[in-house]
């Protein structure tokens, strides 16, 4: 025998004994996926979503086995159900994704002994535009369709965000006669559509950002209002710094006097701080209330720090000795530049 033959039936055993112990294996991997009862990828359907949301007015296209008298082109009707041949009554479908009405149609072929073992599909060959709207304190308030399992946080990050205005709480107002939420509910996720009885929720926007309770971060249906509150705010104005609205952020702590001043990034050279004033709208009647206050002594710890409430004016004059004497500094020091500059010259 030739080298060139030794060398060619090595090569043809090593080849052969490869497949065999491939081939060994994967039989052997198919037999413990078959013969494992405790197998939960081979027997326990999965909680994934998927599909897109169905709503009313939809057109489906429903595909059954080769079953000819059953598959076909759907619309869902205004009352969010599909009538299906055969079928001795509707099914419901506006809410819910092609695949769990797909699951559903095979459950009702099934208990009605239509079909033993059914196949079914479900494509969504029209839609009708679903919507929401997204309105408050946020950066590009409108309504946003949806056409898939939908949460909070995907509607305010579709709505670009938070806007720097934004309080602490939002509601969702449901539609009164929602079809449920938008294909269904996220794991561990609220059920909206037994909320109060469509009773519109409050969700506390730092449990929801915080991601520590999932069961906030709601499913939302079509139809649905979300708005973001936004934060009650206090005006500081007169002799200070930068005079504006400053938003308490947080609805569960409070602004006083010292901090609306220092986010007004304090009082001026010639703010009258002894005669400052919180002027404040009564809860009772149309009238405002005038509070005086020292800011002298608050800012000094000799008097207490006032809590401020929502809308809360905090005026602080400017003394007319201080600008007179400020004016009179300035005039002076101009003079003496001006004369600097005289002697400089001659």
Known sequence: MSRASKVLSILTVFILASACTVAAQVNSQNRSIVNNPGNRAADTPTNLYGGYQIGVGDILDIHVNDEDDISGKYQV?????????LLN????????????????????????QILREPSVSVLIIRGMTQNVSVLGAVMRPGVYPIEKPTTLMDLISAAGG????????????????????????????VNVSTAANGAPSTINLTDLLSAKNPAVNLGIRAGDVITINTAPVVFVVGSVVRPGAFAVQDRRSQMTVLQAVAMAEGPTPTASLGKAIIIRQSASTSERQEIPLDLKKVMH?????????????????QSGLKASLRRMGDIGAQAASNAAGYALVF
């Open 77 to 85: 009707d205004q009352d969010g159900n599909v009538k299906v041949s």
């Open 89 to 112: 009554k509707p099914i419901p479908a506006a809410g819910s994704t092609t695949f769990e009405l797909s699951n559903r149609m095979s459950e009702e072929l099934k208990k009605q």
């Open 162 to 189: 938070l806007a720097p205005n934004a309080g602490n709480t939002l509601t969702v107002a449901h539609q009164a006669n929602g079809n449920g939420p938008a294909g269904g509910n996220p794991p561990a996720a």
């Open 301 to 317: 710890g000799k008097d207490k720090d006032q809590v401020l409430e929502a809308n809360d004016i905090l005026f602080v004059p």
